[in-house]
Structure formats: structure tokens, C-alpha cells
């Protein structure tokens, strides 16, 4: 039973240009949330899908937008990337609003 | 003030400790606590996940939340070198909502 899976593992990019992070939740889960870990720091919430729909968001600017696709997985996209967009960025599936979160292994993303 | 406190470390402990961790909150509407374990280069794995006040133990493992101090713990025993990790206290109204975490503790286990 495969958990979550994000791609790519890696990725450097230079300011300004744009990313687009994928997810694939774990069998039997149809929310998708993403957080942004940076060095040291415990991760951030960003925004959550469920039904194809952003049912929730974080303190993040509108240069921080998803998706989520009929087959439960999604993408996170950022626009005009800063230098301080450097971090983890981590993709967590859940089977429902009282299920717990589990996370991928994440993408590690380098801005120069 | 952060909605969640924690003491990041590090900490380091000989083999066969007994090891508490720690975090505090401010937001009364946490219903759902959480402990996560994040190794070096993974994603943070669900250890234990509690609702509301007391105690829960698994195997080495218990957490424990007072919601009228806004406190949680989590203790390890007989503390092993594979425990070696950062350990991730995260909170929120629902588990599979909007979760809010702590700094993340470090820990390390000596042999």
C-alpha cells in the first residue's frame, strides 16, 4: 500500500521563474493539505483540498495556488518565486476531517 | 507570540533514557493533538495522535495533553539510537484540518 508520493524530490529554480510540485495521497484518502518546512522550523499550512475545491488556506500569498485532480492527487504552484521560498515543501492526505494527516517525503526546493 | 511553543533543542540522552518533550499553546480551539517524528531528509511520520485531555500509551510511547494548563508531552522510555530524530508537536481543531506546529525538538540517543 503505497503512502504519499511527491515529486520531484529536488528542484532549483531562480527568482522569478514558476514551479509546479505534484502529490499523490496515500489509497483511501481524499484530502490533500500542503505545508512549507523551512530550515530548522516546523512546517507551515499553506492550503487544503478536498472535492477539487481549496477548502482552506493559510497565511500565504496569491502567488502560492493548487489543484486537485478527480483522482484525489494535486499540485501546488508558485509564481514568481523569491529567494524565501527555499524550503521543504510537504503534501499530507487524510481520509476525512477527523483522520489523521500523513505526510510524503516532500520537495526540497532551492531558489538562487 | 506563536500559537505553539517548542523547545528546540537539542537534546541528547545516553541509551535507555527516559525522555520527555514538550509544548505549550494559546489557542483554546485545539481539540486534536499530534506527535510527529521527523528524520533527517523524510517527511515527519504520525506517531500518536490524541483527543482532547489525558493520557494515551503506545508500547514506549505516551503522550499526554492538559487543556487547562494549554501543555503537551510526550515521553519516550528506554530510548533507543533509532529514536535519534526530530520530534514535530502539531495541534489543530480537527485532525484533518489546518494543523499548526511546533519548532520541532531534536533529539539524539547515544549508544
Known amino acids: 500500500d503505497a503512502g504519499v508520493t511527491q515529486s520531484p524530490t529536488h528542484l532549483i529554480k531562480t527568482r522569478g521563474q514558476q514551479v509546479t510540485l505534484r502529490c499523490s495521497p496515500k489509497?483511501?484518502?481524499?484530502?490533500v493539505s500542503w505545508y512549507q518546512q523551512a530550515l530548522g522550523q516546523g512546517p507551515q499550512f499553506i492550503f487544503q483540498y478536498y472535492e477539487e475545491e481549496e477548502r482552506q488556506r493559510g497565511n500565504f500569498p496569491d502567488r502560492f495556488s493548487g489543484h486537485q485532480f478527480p483522482n484525489y492527487s494535486s499540485e501546488l504552484n508558485v509564481n514568481a518565486l523569491l529567494l524565501g521560498d527555499s524550503a521543504l515543501y510537504l503534501c499530507?492526505?487524510?481520509?476525512?476531517?477527523?483522520?489523521?494527516?500523513?505526510f510524503g517525503d516532500g520537495t526540497r526546493l532551492s531558489i538562487l | 507570540q506563536k500559537e505553539v511553543e517548542q523547545d528546540p533543542g537539542p537534546l541528547s540522552v545516553p541509551e535507555g533514557a527516559i525522555v520527555s518533550l514538550n509544548c505549550t499553546y494559546s489557542?483554546?480551539?485545539?481539540?486534536?493533538f499530534m506527535w510527529y517524528r521527523q528524520y533527517s531528509r523524510k517527511g515527519p511520520e504520525l506517531l500518536m495522535y490524541?483527543?482532547?485531555?489525558g493520557n494515551k500509551e503506545d508500547g514506549r510511547f505516551t503522550a499526554q495533553v492538559d487543556k487547562s494548563s494549554k501543555y503537551i508531552s510526550l515521553f519516550i522510555r528506554d530510548s533507543q539510537p533509532s529514536d535519534s530524530a526530530t520530534y514535530l508537536c502539531?495541534?489543530?481543531?480537527?485532525?484533518?484540518?489546518?494543523?499548526?506546529f511546533g519548532q520541532g525538538t531534536e533529539l539524539s540517543v547515544k549508544p
Open positions: 490524541t483527543y482532547s485531555s
Open positions: 489557542n483554546s480551539a485545539f481539540q486534536y
Open positions: 499530507a492526505s487524510s481520509g476525512g476531517v477527523n483522520q489523521p494527516q500523513h
Open positions: 502539531a495541534m489543530g481543531a480537527n485532525q484533518g484540518g489546518k494543523l499548526i
Open positions: 489509497s483511501g484518502h481524499d484530502t
